[in-house]
């Protein structure tokens, strides 16, 4: 049965030596997440996701989640009262709003724990999450009402909440809608229509659960620009703001699907359902869009926090499982054959996944610290940096950390062997609940289209040239550092490869977009890999520098630092030139057969 | 629900104008393998594929198989049934001894047919694929009488066979094993252990299982060189040659998994069993290489079958699905969206499997013909070049096919978006299944490892030179066909880089060991991507001359191949680069670590 410990070291080291959170104490609610504090919150944080959602996350697998037919929906044995735990223990409410109840503390710390949770119980720490998304989305385009009707409950947990933008008939294009919303003469609106694949749509956690609806007014535009959001809650508030009577919405059927059974992925029916319009009518998708990039900065999350705790288990297995000798000569001689960690091809695996997965944290928190910057920093021209790289960095850590969070996870799997597949040793639960996080929120295709066809160009490339220059920058500033010059001098190489194939687009995409859309994938891993890049260079400079100074009693931790920055130079960074091969190469292959040739 | 179509058109356009099937008409069993009887053998192969093994593969997933408190384990509904029709046709006997009841057609044809069931029902496929391979050891390695004994029913379906190697503590290192045979007066031996992971062990469509056990004898060395094989029929035979009575053998349990849910993955209990001792005592391994080899190919082509099935759904559902608009302009203006194979994304996807499978199902095919001439040429040398090739591609298909069939899989699925994570459209099914193909049979890093570890040094690196040269004079040969010079110009960068890593191993490796093992998964992709571009230069090349020639009606089948072979040379290709970078870089950032660091 798999394990989980809270990474919790190591987010220390990427918040206080990385991003150096004390420096922004002057910032709101960063002033009350002091280190102590900080260490203090992820400790319990580790203490709730190990002891109370992890030990749930396989039974929560093989049971799922059951469908009465009143529409009803039970979640695994156990989720109730963890929810209940996670609700009293105001982890919901970290980094909310304290006018509506929340913590007030940053960002970049629920995006930490958001991980914990996630690794121990992805399918758990999904209802959650939906909440974080409708929160945002109500907070950034509801009215002041609205807000205070709905907020209070949900940051504290009571409600929850969920996204309801795919139908049957489409997903990634919105524009084809169906659902309706007929206004009605109390200023409300009758939503009609089927809502598919909604996760955590229905269950038994909270009192009240709050759709955030996408559907079209009756009369409106075609496309996109006809589309609404609307609130729609389970249960219609009554006059004292409490649940009430039952709306037209109800779960039709569960999905049964590939992993994340604990969740329950509902097909919503929503029958002359009452709803409220939240923000402009025809404007919704603006305000979904609120939800999305918050959605899909959490399922990048995801990618990352499945790969750690599948390396964590692999780790293990490879320390205790012995077989073969080792290349290099015996190395436990007491014993009838060798852990297989002494194996180099055991430790590709593993050394592989820990330099995503470290370059992956730093990563994720380093965006996170930039979204808390963009709403909380006195200076514009702050906010205008860190917006910007949000943007881009959006896609390319929904596409990237959860393209490698599920091939992390399959070797992973792969370092058991044959009990990697068999369901009670719990890998191939990790590779199955991996899998979504590719697909949902915009599949990974969708996140490299956003990537290349939109954040590319936006201020006429402001967020790409001062990404371009801080890395840049960066290596120009570090290659004498004797120590520092193979980390640099590969990063270097890598982001050439990246500026020239954002020069190749530049030159080739505007006449003929398919070449656009045949580099995109590449592109963004190409991207990705220049983002990772960079973190395990400033990660290396830091190790080098306090090594240098001392360390501290830290010499052992900040040596494998050292050791897994030179492993993503060596292993992985030369990928950024097969990318830019396939990306100048265009489209004309990939196109040239008629889609009946195929 | 998916559906199967077997690609009998470009088996023949493998078999015919790239193998040139023809030209061995003088060999044992290839005179009646001619073009019109391979085409209508391949045609029923076909039909019962697509219309009786495939419709019952969603089913046998969900249904699985069930053993009953005494051990009997029942398979999903149909497969019995389908078994038997199975059987009746006669195709478990294709390419086996006319001696023993078998057809003596080419193994390159029986492969051609294993391709078809795996592709319609891998788990389905799993039962005769084991039997086979217990076949090839009884015919390699025991007496005349143990074949007599067990051959003619088994060739004939009527009783199935099973590979025992594992046991709980061991799999890769069978060294380890534990379960031992105590000679008995009447010259049996009494088996007892157990073992575990045993496919086909246990199940309800054959009236005998032939269990073909790796044992040690009371006494026997440790390690390796102590290990014998035993034949332990689940029905001893009786003294006319008829299942008699039960021995003691046992299904113990059967795993719960991730895949292949219609096959009876079992726990086997053996307690005093009876068992035949199989070729020489202590030298079972090598027979039992035997087995391994031939299931490794079978491994090999499992990876390719789910690939193509995947594939096949895949480019069914691009052309249906609709959703967005073209890049390069509105493609269905009758839609209200395009179909998204349109999308150059979605094209990448299918292009690249489209790419990989054309090529693997070649170099099968071709290898499968080697296999053929090792075993019926007459020349010498020919059987001596046919083995070279067969013990150094043998690694590679079951690795590089396996891996990227996963792959493979896994972006087909990703082509249904949120669809594909649901049971229903069964997409996920073949990832889960095509799962087991890198594990099982010798896990993929094992392969790498034999193929850097022995097949490389074998015999002075024979066949690699050998290797070398055949695709080095390709390239030579056509560098002044305009046509041909972009698809050699990359086969050639390519072919290079994999002499590099071979000099560099050849360098690197024997002082320090380590830094094969570390090489080792990324030149045996490093070879599995210029063996595929072989295939695709003879492929290529083929093409242009039938099209200079006028193509013969088929002008649109060989533009296809034209084009795909340069899709292979422009986006995958290029990855060799990166493989040699990553083996050039050597062990040393992947050892550094203590085990007790990660």
């Given amino acids: 049965m798999p394990t989980y410990q809270a990474p919790i070291e190591d987010t220390l080291f990427v918040l206080n030596d990385l991003l150096r ?36 996350n396989q039974q929560g697998d093989r049971e799922g989640c ?60 999904m209802y959650p999450g939906l909440t974080a998304g409708a929160i945002a989305a109500i907070s950034s385009h509801g009215s002041d009402e609205q807000k205070s009707t709905y907020l209070p409950n949900m940051i504290e947990g009571s409600w929850t909440g969920t996204m309801n933008l795919t139908e049957p008939h489409c997903g990634t294009d919105l524009g ?31 009192e009240n659960i709050i759709h955030l609806v996408l559907a079209r007014i009756e009369g409106a535009p075609e496309g ?15 006059a004292q703001g409490k649940p009430g009577a039952r709306n037209g919405v109800v779960c039709g059927s569960l999905e049964e699907k590939m992993g994340i059974h604990g969740n329950a992925t509902c097909v919503m029916n929503y029958d002359e359902a009452t709803g409220y319009l939240i923000g402009e009518a025809h404007k919704g998708l603006r305000a979904m869009f609120t939800m999305m990039n918050e959605a899909r900065l959490g399922v ?20 205790e499982r012995t077989q073969g000798r080792s290349l290099s000569g015996v190395k436990a001689p007491d014993k009838s054959a060798d852990p297989i960690i002494v194996h180099p091809d055991i430790r ?62 399959v070797m992973a799997q792969q370092v058991y062997g044959g009990h990697g597949y068999i369901g009670e040793w719990g890998m191939e639960q990790f590779v199955r609940d991996a899998r979504i996080a590719q697909i949902y929120e915009g599949a990974n295709g969708i996140q490299a289209l956003d990537l290349v066809g939109r954040k590319l160009g936006l201020n006429g490339g402001r967020a790409i040239q001062a990404f371009f220059a801080e ?3 960066f290596c120009e500033e570090n290659r004498g550092d004797e120590r520092m010059a193979p980390i640099t001098k590969a990063l270097k190489k890598g982001l050439n490869d ?45 190790a080098e520098e306090k090594i240098a100074a001392g360390a501290n009693g830290k010499t052992a931790f900040l040596e494998k630092k050292r050791i897994t920055a030179r492993f993503f130079m060596e292993r992985l960074m030369p990928e950024s030139a097969a990318h830019l091969a396939r990306i100048s190469s265009g489209a004309d292959a990939m196109m040239a057969l008629e889609a009946d040739a195929f």
């Fill in 300 to 319: 990048g999350v995801q990618g990352l926090a499945v790969s750690d705790v599948a390396y964590q288990n692999a780790v293990t297995y490879a320390r």
């Fill in 348 to 409: 590709r695996m593993l050394m592989t996944i820990r330099a995503i997965n470290e370059a992956g944290r730093a990563l994720v928190l380093w965006t996170a610290l930039k979204g808390d910057l963009s709403h909380r920093s006195a200076d514009a021209a702050e906010r205008q940096a860190a917006d910007d790289w949000m943007g881009l960095m959006t896609p390319v850590i929904k596409g990237v950390l959860t393209d490698k969070g599920f091939d992390n996870a």
């Fill in 66 to 125: 059951r469908r009465a037919d009143d529409g009803s929906v039970t979640t695994p044995a156990g989720f109730k009262q963890a929810y209940e735990t996670w609700r009293e223990g105001g982890w919901g409410s970290l980094a909310f709003d304290p006018a509506y109840g929340g913590q007030g503390l940053p960002h970049t710390l629920a995006t930490a724990v958001g991980e914990y949770m996630s690794a121990a119980n992805m399918a758990f720490a």
């Fill in 21 to 56: 959170f004390e420096r922004y104490s002057n910032l709101p609610g960063f002033a009350d997440a002091s280190p102590d504090m900080v260490e203090a919150i992820l400790g319990e944080a580790g203490r709730i996701t190990e002891k109370v959602l992890q030990p749930l």
């Fill in 498 to 542: 990246l500026q020239q194939a954002t020069m190749w687009l530049m030159q080739n995409a505007m006449a003929k977009p398919d070449n656009a859309g045949a580099a995109s994938t590449d592109y963004m891993h190409l991207f990705g890999l220049v983002a990772l890049g960079y973190m395990w260079g400033r990660m290396a400079k830091i």
């Fill in 176 to 206: 084809l809608l169906r659902t309706k919303a007929v206004p009605q003469d109390d200023g409300s609106y009758a939503i009609t229509g089927q809502k598919i694949f909604i996760s955590a749509g229905e269950h038994d956690l909270a």
């Fill in 471 to 473: 890395v840049g920058q």
């Fill in 224 to 238: 996109v620009k006809g589309i609404s959001l609307f609130i729609v809650p389970k249960f219609v508030l009554d």
